[in-house]
């Protein structure tokens, strides 16, 4: 049998992956995105809540770089936490790296509890940066993978272990993404 391909994103190499950057300030989305291009990611910026969660909602991405404060003379980060939830709830395998320039060890923590990879303070250093999103995006990889495999497997006691016809694999692929998100 051939290897099956459900998700378009597992052909992606982690270099080529789509990275969305997510900040209310349009510099610091445009040096993430020559940063990230330069490295051979393709990268969309977006400036507020609301074009983050449209964003996600109809785009496939490999990472989600988050920044926490988005209304002028907020630094408490609640905002981007409860961004964050909501793009949890919608797809829970999207890794998710956060920024912030008033990074607290409360407020990383209370970051991971909500389910990112990893918490980056601004200014960023690039070399590390480079780095965390690099293992980020090999982390949520490897969990589409894992979430496809055990969907091949409760597919194959339905079907015997054959998928015989294109309409199977739409199964497969639809419920794979739907579980995701």
Known sequence: METLVLDPKESRTSASARILIADDQPDVVEALRFLLKGEGYEAE???SPAAVLQAVATQDFDLL???????RDTTSGLEGLDLLSRIKASDSILPVVVMTAWGSVELAV??????VGDFVLKPWNNRQLLEILRTQIEHGASRRRELQEKILAEVAKFTGGRFEDDVTLVVVAVASEKSSG
């Open 45 to 47: 910026g977006v400036n």
């Open 110 to 115: 209370e970051a991971m509890h909500r389910g």
């Open 65 to 71: 770089l988050l920044d926490l404060n988005y209304t």
